[in-house]
């Protein structure tokens, strides 16, 4: 009896360190969207540079819409609103989310660019079921929808 439960345990313990070696592989190829995808060398060095070269961009864009949401958190949160400095923040937050789209489909487009036909539609799959997955989730629901259109946390979350 003891030995049956080492044993099973010794399985469970194998399965678990094959699975987990599986999701480290998919993440190396650059996450579930492009594992599977078979990429050159060529190809994993020019998207790797992509990559770097889009963080160094992207990084500082995102870190400067965080200081605006506090600041408009700020400002809400006064006693006094100051309405023309709200709306001041709002517009800079609206140029920044413009900026930063434009840069992610940039870089969507010289990534595929990169890619062959074939691997342009694996990745056109993968996102179709991904997008149908994370509307109706395994559940088959779609989420805050379903329950009367309010998730947790929505509404008038600032005031």
Not at 11 to 31: C, P
Request: net charge positive; no cysteine; aromatic share 4%.
């Amino acid at each position: 009896m003891n030995t049956r439960n080492i044993k099973l345990a010794g399985a469970l313990l194998l399965g678990i360190l094959i699975s987990t070696s599986v999701n480290a592989q998919s993440h190396r190829q650059g996450g579930k969207h492009f594992a599977g995808l078979d990429f050159t060398e060529e190809q994993q060095t020019e998207i790797s540079a992509l990559r770097t070269e889009h963080y160094k961009e992207i990084t500082p864009l995102k870190n400067k819409m965080a200081e605006l949401k506090a600041r408009e958190r700020t400002l809400l949160s006064e006693e006094s609103v100051d309405m023309k400095a709200v709306n001041k923040t709002i517009d800079e937050e609206t140029d920044l989310m413009n900026s930063i789209r434009k840069l992610q489909v940039e870089q969507q487009v010289a990534m595929k660019s990169l890619l062959t036909d074939e691997q342009v539609m694996k990745l056109q799959q993968r996102r179709q079921n991904a997008r149908r997955n994370s509307i109706h989730g395994k559940s088959g629901h779609r989420g805050a929808r379903y329950n009367g259109g309010k998730g947790k946390g929505q509404g008038y979350r600032r005031i």
